[in-house]
């Protein structure tokens, strides 16, 4: 079994910045893709940002030049550092990753629990 563990959301400024964190833990041989998505009210779930491995990043259009992610491989860890809020940034954020489990080597999709951040106006 794997589990994602976010932090680092919460109530900021618009202007401001915030820095997102997420560890996996359990069984894991391999993690290949891992990411951070959103979903703001009566929207649908959307990427804002992912990375491979060695990858280059992907962002989401509307966080380009604002957002960036990164990955510690050794810690099992992705972080997402946001900087020039926005009031339309306010969502609840998920970790994601594609994990290759120690259980049965096969590739599953893991999300964490969601860390909500707010930016006032």
């Known amino acids: 079994q794997v589990q994602l563990v976010e932090s680092g959301g919460g109530l900021v400024q618009a202007g401001g910045s915030l820095r997102l964190s997420c560890l996996a833990s359990g069984r894991i041989a391999s993690i290949n893709t891992m990411g951070w998505y959103r979903q703001a009210p009566v929207k649908q779930r959307e990427l804002v940002a992912a990375?491979?491995?060695?990858?280059?990043?992907n962002y989401a259009e509307s966080v380009k030049g604002r957002f960036t992610i990164s990955r510690d491989n050794a810690k099992n860890a992705v972080y997402l550092q946001m900087n020039s809020l926005k009031p339309e940034d306010t969502a609840v954020y998920y970790c994601?990753?594609?994990?290759?489990?120690?259980?049965?080597?096969?590739?599953?999709?893991?999300w964490g629990q969601g860390t909500l951040v707010t930016v006032s106006s």
């Open positions: 994601n990753a594609g994990v290759v489990t120690t259980e049965t080597y096969r590739y599953h999709e893991v």
């Open positions: 990375i491979a491995t060695f990858g280059r990043p």
